[in-house]
């Protein structure tokens, strides 16, 4: 049985890994701020006995200080003690724009809290790190993005503090670790989502039931990746890319051009059985940072052996089941 660590772990994604993990039978230690997270995500995991929760804001030194004293007291890098053998970096600010008007939003949760989790993976000779990026970091390309696409200059600082923290796990992974990956993930959907834009938009359904905002003109084309996908790839690579040094995948739907929002919204009220009228506002773009479209190529996860069994569209659909809120719940939104 493995010990291993995930940041962020009340989260969307973090708390759907920390399933997935007990259920392979390993011992998961999660650590959150509950910023964004919540104890109901969890609601699973904290039934096992292998699960354990720490609260901590891993951007904060002496937060980090009494984190490794607590952890300090079980696990330890020397030989023949019990140590942890994978950190899973998941911690950061999900907010774009919240981090584009405040440049402390990111350089904090994003950013920091990469610097805390690493002084935990070299205070306890963790050998292994892995850490979900994104397609942010690519900033805006024409055609399909490869792990090897730039220069990459991110348009908001979310992307600019991802691309910063990448930068902190490569020199990390020539000091001290044994082998870091980074994942650059597209846009994830599922159950316990805690925002984008199937959970904005019930929200402003529950709110206004027969005209919604969309922000941006609906031309936007992303690729998604239903949760469930996501996990099974970020286990896959962990299992089979097992060379020491730093690598980086892109994870996405295979030979998917992406969805764009009109055809997500069309999706949506179908499933929430509304005659709503979405209203566009004008430019391609949601808000300032938001990079309109994006398509990556996946052929370097799919040569490892892995690929996607749904496309971006099967994600929505699937995604927006799962997320329509009942009805006593969309009154309460
Ligand atoms: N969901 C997506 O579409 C998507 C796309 C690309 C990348 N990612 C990345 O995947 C990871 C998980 O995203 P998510 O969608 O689950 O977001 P989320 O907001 O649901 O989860 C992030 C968790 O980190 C916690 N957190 C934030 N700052 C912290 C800090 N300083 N110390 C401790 N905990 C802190 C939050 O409370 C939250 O529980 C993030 O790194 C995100 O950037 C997500």
């Known amino acids: 049985m493995s010990t291993q660590i995930i940041t962020g772990a009340a989260g969307f994604i973090g708390s759907h890994l920390a399933d997935a993990l007990l259920e392979r039978g390993d011992r998961v230690i999660g650590i959150d701020n509950f910023s964004r997270g ?7 995991a904290l039934k096992n006995a292998r699960f354990e929760l720490l609260t901590a804001d891993l951007a904060d030194a002496n937060d980090c200080e009494r984190l490794v004293g607590q952890l300090g007291a079980r696990f330890s890098a020397k030989p023949g003690s019990e140590h942890i053998s994978q950190l899973w970096h998941l911690a950061a600010n999900s907010d774009i724009p919240a981090g ?13 809290s990469t610097v805390g989790s690493l002084r935990i993976a070299r205070q306890f000779g963790i050998p292994d790190f892995f850490f979900t ?27 600019a503090m991802k691309l910063a923290s990448e930068a902190a796990i490569s020199a990390a992974t020539s000091a001290y670790l044994r082998r870091s990956r980074i994942f650059r993930l597209p846009n994830v959907v599922g159950a316990r989502s805690t925002h984008g834009l199937i ?3 019930y929200r402003k359904l529950a709110a206004s039931p027969s005209a919604i905002e969309v922000l941006g003109d609906g031309t936007q084309c992303k690729q998604y990746l239903h949760v469930s996908e996501l996990i099974d790839a970020a286990l896959w690579i962990a299992d089979h890319s097992t060379a020491p040094a730093i690598d980086c995948f892109n994870l996405g739907p295979s030979a998917d051009a992406g969805i764009t929002v009109r055809r997500i919204m069309e999706i949506l009220l179908e499933t929430a059985e509304s005659q709503a009228v979405p209203h566009y506002s004008e430019g ?16 370097k996860l799919n040569a490892l052996g892995w690929r996607a069994k749904g496309s971006s569209e099967d994600a929505i659909r699937r995604a927006c089941v799962e997320l329509r809120p009942r009805s006593a719940e969309a009154a309460s939104l």
Request: glycine content about 10%.
């Open 284 to 299: 391609d773009r949601g808000w300032v940072g938001d990079v309109p479209h994006f398509a990556y190529s996946v052929e």
């Open 199 to 201: 959970f904005d938009m």
């Open 100 to 112: 584009v008007a405040d440049l402390n939003v990111d350089l904090r949760d994003t950013f920091l």
């Open 133 to 159: 990026s994104t397609s942010a970091v690519y900033g805006e390309h024409e055609g399909q993005l490869t792990e090897r696409s730039g220069p990459l200059l991110p348009i908001s600082n979310y992307g």
């Open 38 to 44: 919540s104890r109901a995500n969890l609601a699973l």
